[in-house]
């Protein structure tokens, strides 16, 4: 929230000069001193998380890949970041990483696509499809919580190691954890594996399997609740 409040002063500080005032002129009181709120609405915060220029994959997007589904949803999917043909078309998960998720939840599930809601840790690409740097990933994070807020799923898978370590600020490998639901401020965190690792080692298909099983029980049970 840091980036974002210094982000925000320094607007302000364009706004005062388009009006002819001068930088020395400008006293600490006159700016903002309580932390940068984001918008409360979905729609209000991507148009500013489309204008975020706070790190630097801003700088060779091509698209913000804010996220995509029912604002409703009780179950969201957080990925790590965009790979080429998300960066390409501005939606999450659209390659063959995507399809396989597409798979996962309308095949296990029993549910469209269209019902649940789909997001990454960071919302522009890292170059070569990397991970993202801590300092990426904690500049974005801000965007993806107050998605989280806003949405209010009962239940989050997280993709990947990336996307488990920073919900859950936990360094464990995805190995050991995925499967096992923790209790988070609002919603139950289910890891398991990102499908694009699924992707090149197919012998980890049973057991994020039985992961979605665990999702399609949990999600069962919260209903009848």
């Known amino acids: 929230m840091k980036n974002l409040h210094n982000a925000l002063q320094l607007k302000q500080l364009y706004l005062l000069k388009q009006m002819g005032v001068r930088y020395t002129d400008i006293k600490p009181s006159e700016l903002e001193d309580e932390p940068a709120q984001l918008p409360d609405n979905l729609e209000a915060l991507r148009a500013l998380v489309e204008q975020c220029h706070l790190c630097d994959l801003s700088k060779s997007r091509h698209k913000v890949v804010f996220g995509e589904g029912d604002p409703h949803a009780e179950l969201m999917f957080v990925g790590e970041g965009p790979g080429a043909t998300e960066d390409s078309t501005g939606r999450p998960f659209v390659g063959r990483a995507g399809e396989l998720l597409t798979r996962m939840i309308e095949k296990v599930l029993l549910i469209p696509r269209a019902q649940v809601y789909i997001a990454n840790i960071v919302k522009c690409r890292p170059p070569g499809n990397r991970v993202p740097t801590p300092s990426e990933a904690l500049t974005c994070r801000p965007y993806l919580l107050k998605q989280?807020?806003?949405?209010?799923?009962?239940?989050?898978?997280?993709?990947?190691?990336?996307?488990?370590?920073?919900?859950?600020?936990?360094?464990?490998?995805?190995?050991?954890?995925?499967g096992h639901p923790i209790q988070m401020n609002g919603y139950l965190l289910v890891p398991t594996f990102h499908p694009s690792y699924l992707l090149r080692n197919p012998s980890a298909k049973k057991e994020a399997f039985h992961d979605m099983l665990l999702v399609k029980e949990l999600l069962e049970k919260r209903g009848k609740a």
């Open 148 to 178: 989280i807020e806003l949405i209010r799923p009962r239940i989050v898978v997280s993709l990947g190691a990336t996307a488990y370590r920073y919900l859950s600020n936990d360094q464990s490998p995805i190995s050991r954890v995925r």
